[in-house]
Structures are given as C-alpha cells and as structure tokens.
C-alpha cells in the first residue's frame, strides 16, 4: 500500500536535546511537509521542500532543522533551540507538478520533552 | 491565503445530513476552497476541493455560492465515524502551503 509513516508514533526527550523525527513516503511526490500542531489548534507549517536536495522555512521554523537527500524522505531535528517541543509533528507529501494538490499526511508523532 | 471562518462545533444525529458552513469573504478569483478533516490523534485526510463550480465525491459535497465568500461541506449520511474536527482552508491553486484555521469539531451523536 503507498503511503505516509512516522516513526514513532510517541517520543520522550530530555530538555537540552536534540531529537530527529523520521517520516517515509512511497507515494513517489515530489513535494514533503512538516507540520507542528499543538492542542486545540490547527496546524502550522514548519518546512517544506519541493524537490530532493531542496527545502524552505515555513512560518515556524526556528528551532528546527530538515534535510532532504532522499526523494522519499524528509527528516526533521527538533534541537534544543526550540523553546516549547513538545508536540504533535505531522508530515505530508503531494504531487507538486498536479496543478491543485492535496496533501497527504502521515499519523504523526507525539514528542513530549520532560 | 484568504483567512475562513468556520463555527467552533456543531453537532448532528447519526444518519442525517450533517452541513458544515465556510465563510471566506476575502477570497481572491484563483484561490480554491479545500476541506480537510482530523480524527482524533491522526493526520488530516482530503475530503474535496472546488473553485466555483460545486463538486462531489464518494465522501461529500460542496457548494460555493455564487459569489465565492461562504461554502458548505455536506457529508449526506453522517456516521459516528464522521466525528472529527473539519478544516476549510482557501489557497492558490499549485500553491504548496495549506493554512489551518481551528476548524469546527464536529460531533455526530447516535
């Protein structure tokens, strides 16, 4: 089946470090997101990249880091410049050449640093 | 993107047809009309998109009134698995960026 996974699904942390979120996808898309949601809100883009060696800041991105050397994979570092962690990290992926694209989104992780 | 206005909750029974309004007053003649919806614990899923025209799929309806500032999602037969908070988001068509309101939660009560 092709899809979107996040591993894993629950994270703790000690503060001070620095923690990478894994998230996979075989759906062959160009583009891939990361999301932070945080509880009762909705989501708020953290980075993106639109092509393998490619990714831009979104509207949260201090504190974060991403690389993208895999078409199907897009790692985010949470690092210990981030000032409130603990969250729910969401990624996504999309056909970035379709001209109105939806996204699909993995499960998640929850990363709660203590 | 243009900002949208959805009600923080509604709720409707089990079985009948659940209509979840939009407003989006501002938006701009090449930006579409999304919705998204969030189970609990889980990632967004796709629902339907349109611009002008309405539009349905095997999950819902929408339809944009004619002048493009409100919407409504129409799920026909709502089930308890339909519980979920309902995002409408209006954006660029081939833009990358989706911009997540607070959404309406959604209840459907047997």
């Known amino acids: 089946d092709g899809g979107i996974t996040q591993s894993p699904k629950y994270l703790f942390r000690k503060e001070g470090q620095n923690v990478t979120l894994s998230c996979e996808q075989n759906?062959?898309?160009?583009?891939m997101y990361w999301y932070r949601q945080d509880p009762g809100q909705g989501l708020r883009l953290i980075y993106y990249?639109?092509?393998?060696?490619?990714?831009q800041k979104g509207d949260i991105a201090e504190g974060y880091s991403v690389s993208r050397e895999k078409k199907e994979s897009f790692p985010l570092t949470v690092t210990s410049a981030q000032k409130n962690p603990t969250a729910f990290y969401l990624c996504?992926?999309?056909?970035?050449?379709?001209?109105?694209?939806?996204?699909?989104f993995g499960p998640g992780t929850r990363l709660t640093v203590l | 993107d243009a900002k949208t206005t959805q009600p923080p909750s509604m709720d409707c029974a089990e079985g009948r047809a659940a209509n979840l309004p939009c407003n989006h007053s501002?938006?701009?003649?090449?930006?579409?009309v999304y919705w998204y919806r969030q189970i609990h614990s889980q990632g967004p899923q796709y629902i339907i998109h349109?611009?002008?025209n309405n539009e349905t799929n095997e999950m819902a309806s929408l339809i944009i009134t004619e002048d493009r500032k409100s919407s409504t999602l129409i799920l026909p037969h709502a089930t308890l698995r339909d519980t979920a908070v309902y995002y409408c988001?209006?954006?660029?068509?081939?833009?990358?960026?989706?911009?997540f309101g607070q959404g309406t939660r959604l209840t459907i009560n047997p």
């Open positions: 996504a992926s999309s056909n970035r050449l379709a001209g109105t694209v939806e996204q699909f």
């Open positions: 759906l062959n898309h160009d583009a």
């Open positions: 990249s639109q092509i393998v060696n490619d990714f």
């Open positions: 501002t938006i701009s003649g090449n930006e579409y």
């Open positions: 349109g611009l002008k």
């Open positions: 988001i209006v954006r660029v068509g081939g833009a990358q960026k989706l911009v």
